[in-house]
């Protein structure tokens, strides 16, 4: 099993190009089973979530176009073709490998009047049910079923418009609606939808394929929907949350980057919340450069759906903190088990203690490296960025969890002079 083996105390200095959002693209892909015309998405990320994703869309019958790139490229081109759907329903060892395969249905839903799509469970930071997707779809005349582990949704007649208030915010079944409800008979409203940059990005890729939205990037978004969909060429948008996780890199590492695609306002309020931590940020013709001012400071924050700070960047932000002067508070508010990056950065010195949902980082002077375990995303993250400033040498095992969202980290920050290398693992 690979590792990341990373010797802290080197400052970062140079370009580092941000890829497509996995989190836009992890809804576009599916939204091309809308239509029978191809869909093309460009900036697509090279990771293993989307690599996961593309085999369930063929499952389903749609083919998979990667056009021709070269290996030192970044991102690439990919042509989804959903002509003929050969099967609705979506296995269990599919799902349970990636959760976002239940965003396959709406789309088939809609498209075909029926989907069987394996639940997905629970993972490492939380139970994640998917109770609002599935209101929300019989909201729009759905009749689904839980059944041996599988969700059977039909809709023999189609589905027709319907009002959908969500009792609290979702990204996933915002987009699971969305999607079906571009091709349901009639108005749909969804009040209360999440707001996620990825979710205007899915929003904007949708009415380039001929769909009604009005609202977009508003909790109230009004479909009208349509007979059919066509196809479309689209561009994945930059990662915010890899962006504002090599941010935290820069700032902990010392230096100053810039980070190719990216800008502040891609930061949302992760911008302002590493500018109060000491981290000066800087729009140029390159990108967005990055470095920390002088010493780091305590910082106090709370998860919240967009436009608050987002949840993906938590664990990042407290490796940052790990070294900053003072104590921090940050707060979990979306996931019940964010905090398993904890142990594992206290393992190299960090000073933190968790209370509930809350956790208070104290600034250390030192961190020394230590081989750390990662144990989902963004947790493998903070891992990373505690080791480019730890003494000595980290390794990060169970790399996989990194290659889900983050394309081709250590070569990003090799070329900025860090010094990191994948080996293969004991
Ligand atoms: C998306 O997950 C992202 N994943 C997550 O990113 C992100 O952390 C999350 O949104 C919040 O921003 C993708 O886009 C592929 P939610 P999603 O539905 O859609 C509860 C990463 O690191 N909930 O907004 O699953 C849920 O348990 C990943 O890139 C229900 O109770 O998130 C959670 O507490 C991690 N019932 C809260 O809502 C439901 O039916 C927010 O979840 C659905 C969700």
């Not at 979530?49 to 063929?58: A, E, I, R, S, Y």
């Not at 023999?156 to 079906?180: C, D, I, Q, R």
């Not at 990056?341 to 600034?363: C, Y």
Request: charged share 20%.
């Amino acid at each position: 099993m690979d590792q990341i083996r990373i010797v802290g105390g080197r400052t970062l200095k140079g370009r580092l190009p941000i890829s497509g959002a996995k989190n836009a693209a992890l809804t576009l892909l599916p939204a091309a089973l809308l239509t029978d015309e191809p869909l093309t998405l460009r900036n697509l990320p090279r990771l293993a979530d989307v690599d996961t994703f593309g085999h369930l869309l063929n499952q389903l019958g749609a083919s998979t176009q990667v056009q021709g790139s070269r290996p030192e490229d970044f991102g690439r081109v990919m042509t989804v073709s959903a002509g003929r759907i050969t099967s609705t329903t979506a296995p269990y060892d599919i799902v349970r490998k990636m959760r976002a395969s239940i965003l396959v249905l709406g789309p088939m839903l809609a498209r075909e009047g029926v989907a069987t799509v394996s639940q997905p469970g629970g993972c490492a930071i939380g139970n994640r049910p998917i109770d609002l997707h599935l209101k929300g779809l019989e909201a729009l005349g759905a009749e689904i079923e839980l059944t041996s582990g599988y969700v059977r949704a039909k809709a023999p007649k189609g589905l027709v418009g319907g009002h959908v208030n969500f009792p609290m915010v979702s990204v996933g079944a915002t987009e699971n609606v969305l999607m079906a409800a571009c091709l349901a008979r009639g108005e749909t409203v969804i009040d209360n939808a999440a707001r996620e940059p990825e979710i205007v990005d899915l929003a904007t890729c949708l009415v380039a394929m001929g769909a009604d939205i009005s609202g977009i990037g508003t909790e109230r978004l009004v479909i009208q929907g349509k007979d059919r969909l066509h196809g479309a060429t689209y561009a994945v948008m930059a990662d915010r949350i890899e962006a504002g996780s090599y941010a935290c890199a820069a700032a902990i590492a010392g230096g100053e980057i810039v980070l190719g695609g990216a800008n502040k306002a891609l930061l949302g309020a992760s911008l302002g919340i590493l500018e109060e931590a000491g981290v000066a940020f800087a729009d140029t013709p390159q990108g967005l450069s990055v470095q920390r001012k002088n010493g780091l400071h305590a910082v106090t924050a709370s998860t919240a759906p967009w436009p608050g700070f987002p949840t993906d960047m938590q664990a990042q932000l407290m490796a940052l903190m790990t070294k900053a002067e003072g104590a921090s508070l940050l707060t979990e508010t979306i996931f019940e088990n964010r905090y398993m990056h904890v142990p594992e950065l206290a393992r190299m010195g960090a000073d933190i203690s968790v209370r509930g949902r809350s956790a208070v980082v104290r600034g250390v002077a030192a961190l020394t490296g230590a081989p750390v375990m990662a144990t989902d995303l963004r947790a493998s993250m903070s891992l990373v960025i505690a080791g480019l400033a730890a003494e000595g040498e980290t390794r990060v095992n169970r790399v996989y969890h990194l290659d889900r969202g983050y394309e081709r980290l250590e070569e990003k920050l090799q070329a900025v002079g860090a010094d990191i290398e994948r080996v293969s693992g004991d």
